[in-house]
Nanobody, 122 residues
Framework: QVRLVESGGGLVQAGGSLRLSCAAS????????VAWFRQVPGKEREFVAA????????RYKESVKGRFTVSRDNAQSTGYLQMTSLKPEDTAVYYC???????????????WGQGTQVTVSP
């Protein structure tokens, strides 16, 4: 099991930017696919973005393409989600997650962080 700690959330005005970080314990971070999900109270958690551990392939939710960028620094065992042009509908608790598979789909993640709140005001 890998322990994940997210940070970087906060309150920002629409059009602003935030960068979320996901720090992982352990020395095998480079062999995991890293993903970001978000959840609004009363709604199901939804996939936002993922980056593979081989080749750096990425995948994004359609509504964040061109605004969000997922990346990773294996030497620092940290994943990132750079969010720009934020909209009020991006308001949610954001979670990072890892899985051993190199598949970028939203299933089978078995390591989760505690989440960080992102609030975008109009």
């Amino acid at each position: 099991q890998v322990r994940l700690v997210e940070s970087g959330g906060g309150l920002v005005q629409a059009g602003g930017s935030l960068r979320l970080s996901c720090a992982a314990s352990g020395r095998t971070f480079s062999t995991y696919t890293v993903a970001w999900f978000r959840q609004v109270p009363g709604k199901e958690r939804e996939f936002v973005a993922a980056i593979a551990w081989i080749g750096g392939r990425t995948r994004y939710k359609e509504s964040v393409k061109g605004r969000f960028t997922v990346s990773r620094d294996n030497a620092q065992s940290t994943g990132y989600l750079q969010m720009t042009s934020l909209k009020p509908e991006d308001t949610a608790v954001y979670y990072c997650a890892l899985k051993k598979s190199n598949d970028l789909g939203p299933m089978d993640y078995d390591n989760w962080g505690q989440g960080t709140q992102v609030t975008v005001s109009p």
